[in-house]
């Protein structure tokens, strides 16, 4: 069974950076779009960017600007770069990955930004 793993959450001050990643494992061919989710508490899970397996790229407006998605087709790997953190990016962020009908989420990284 295919799956993605997420790494490089953690605390950052507001301003700071971080840079999130998630390889998928088990997944052949690779993905079609992969993309970020983030679900803040008491809210509802919400797209933050995604990319085609061409690099066709879609952001949110809120993080337009600040985040950056890239990907590396041969390692089956999407980043996001984020800048310019505010304290409304608190959430957990996870990945996502679609081949065909499937869908495939990671199991979550929290991000939380705070001073």
């Known amino acids: 069974q295919g799956q993605l793993v997420e790494s490089g959450g953690g605390l950052v001050q507001p301003g700071g950076s971080l840079r999130l990643s998630c390889a998928a494992s088990g997944i052949r061919p690779g993905l079609d779009v992969m993309g970020w989710h983030r679900q803040a508490a008491g809210k509802q899970r919400e797209l933050v960017a995604s990319i085609t397996r061409g690099g066709i790229t879609t952001y949110a407006d809120s993080v337009s600007g600040r985040f950056t998605i890239s990907r590396d087709n041969a390692k089956n790997t999407v980043y996001l770069q984020m800048n310019a953190l505010k304290t409304e990016d608190t959430a957990v962020y996870y990945c996502?990955?679609?081949?065909?009908?499937?869908?495939?989420w990671g199991q979550g990284t929290q991000v939380t930004v705070s001073s």
């Open positions: 996502n990955g679609v081949l065909g009908i499937r869908n495939y």
